[in-house]
């Protein structure tokens, strides 16, 4: 039952002693908690529409301003967002103004896409500025809603680089994300004494 409402509620689910051997024991699906973010910002899309951020394009840097704020006052401890230790649905608290910071930014770089430029010289600082913060995790936190979002921007949009049809049968990506964990294992639960990474990798990926 504890299980079943884990699923409802969008929770990893963590209640069944499963997988007691393995090297991640008890573990049945940690990727599903990803699916508490895309439910967010599912539901941030139509609130978005009604405020008309379409028609008033600096609502959106309006709110990525707030969201980047309130991200450096947490990751300087000037601010703390509890969390409950049950999490349904919704995302923990403490998680808002890092997750908005990322989905607002993306929203405004597709807005604002025809005035970016494409700069090599922005490239290389993106690059640089990620490696650098990658020294401290919280940095790179404060980095990547920037830099990691021009760098995603520049590959997509690159005119050597055409993936623009990749997906025209659908996004097989985060499916192979949430089905791998229960099949990885899966196959270590059996196979323990005979698998390494890249054999998991090779008998999982087909699966």
Request: proline letters at 4%; hydrophobic letters at 55%.
């Amino acid at each position: 039952r504890r299980i079943i409402l884990n699923f409802i509620t969008l929770e990893a689910p963590k209640s069944a002693k499963t997988f007691s051997t393995n090297r991640l024991p008890d573990m049945i699906n940690e990727a599903f908690w990803t699916i508490q973010y895309e439910f967010t910002c599912y539901l941030l899309v139509p609130l978005l529409a009604i405020v008309s951020v379409i028609k008033r394009k600096w609502l959106a840097v309006v709110f990525l301003l707030l969201s980047y704020i309130a991200l450096i006052l947490q990751t300087l401890d000037f601010i703390t967002l509890n969390d409950n230790e049950k999490n349904w649905i919704f995302l923990y608290p403490s998680e808002l103004p890092i997750l908005f910071s990322f989905f607002f930014s993306g929203a405004c770089f597709y807005f604002f896409r025809n005035r970016i430029r494409r700069s090599n010289l922005l490239t290389v600082l993106a690059i640089v500025s990620i490696l650098f913060a990658s020294w401290w995790v919280k940095g790179l936190n404060l980095v990547l809603p920037f830099a990691g979002a021009y760098l995603i921007f520049i590959f997509a949009y690159h005119p050597r680089i055409q993936f623009h049809s990749f997906a025209k049968n659908g996004d097989f990506s985060y499916g192979l994300y949430l089905y791998g964990w229960p099949i990885q294992q899966l196959i270590v639960f059996f196979f323990a004494k005979y698998i390494s990474a890249d054999r998991l990798f090779f008998i999982a990926f087909p699966l």
